[in-house]
């Protein structure tokens, strides 16, 4: 079975996003790329919620092609072009040319069946909406927090509600330059 991985900035008073979806506030750096980097080279599956979706077609497809694009813009623009991509919305529809296919309802069932099948992993990129339906399903089995030295204080909260605790396992966290915690765990298995 493959493994859903969940990436996602958070500020420390637990809000992915200001007050109009602003992500002004998150810290990027080389060391933050080199861990997407890794992610990615270990999937072949990107899955978004819409909006994160048309944020990353508007850029990515083209981000290599400008003037003195950077090795990140490189590397991830050629990782989008060739994996497979499946968003989360009941507006848009799926299109071959783009490798896109369009989950629209009963999205647990579409995400246990595409973990079901062969590949790599499946990458969870942002997608705030998508991760919480998600981890209240307990579908995703590994999330990397990037925990940002920042507090919001009003904005979109990664979990306004819960149905019930959600017990991880904690794998690791280390500072990663420019003073992002970074937050690995694992689903617990109980």
């Not at 080199?34 to 992610?39: F, I, K, S, V």
């Not at 369009?102 to 973990?115: A, M, N, Q, T």
């Not at 979109?156 to 003073?179: A, Y």
Request: glycine content about 6%; overall charge negative; hydrophobic content about 40%.
């Amino acid at each position: 079975m493959r493994k859903l991985v969940s990436l996602m900035h958070v500020s420390l008073d637990g809000f992915v996003a200001g007050p109009n979806g602003e992500m002004n506030w998150i810290n990027i750096s080389e060391e933050i790329f080199d861990l997407a980097g890794d992610l990615t080279s270990k999937a072949d599956t990107a899955l978004y919620g819409r909006v994160t979706y048309d944020m990353m077609e508007a850029y990515w497809p083209t981000a290599a092609d400008g003037p003195n694009p950077s090795k990140h813009d490189i590397e991830h623009s050629a990782w989008y072009k060739r994996v497979d991509k499946v968003v989360v919305s009941t507006t848009l529809s799926s299109d071959a040319d783009r490798k896109r296919t369009v989950i629209s309802d009963h999205i647990e069932c579409g995400i246990k069946h595409l973990k079901e099948q062969d590949g790599s992993n499946i990458l969870l990129l942002g997608s705030p909406s998508v991760t919480r339906l998600l981890i209240e399903a307990d579908l995703i089995d590994e999330m990397w927090w990037l925990i940002n030295p920042v507090i919001l204080g009003q904005g979109i909260k990664m979990f306004p509600e819960l149905s019930s605790p959600k017990n991880l396992t904690f794998v690791s966290s280390e500072m990663r330059d420019p003073g992002v915690i970074v937050l690995h765990s694992l689903r617990s298995q109980s």
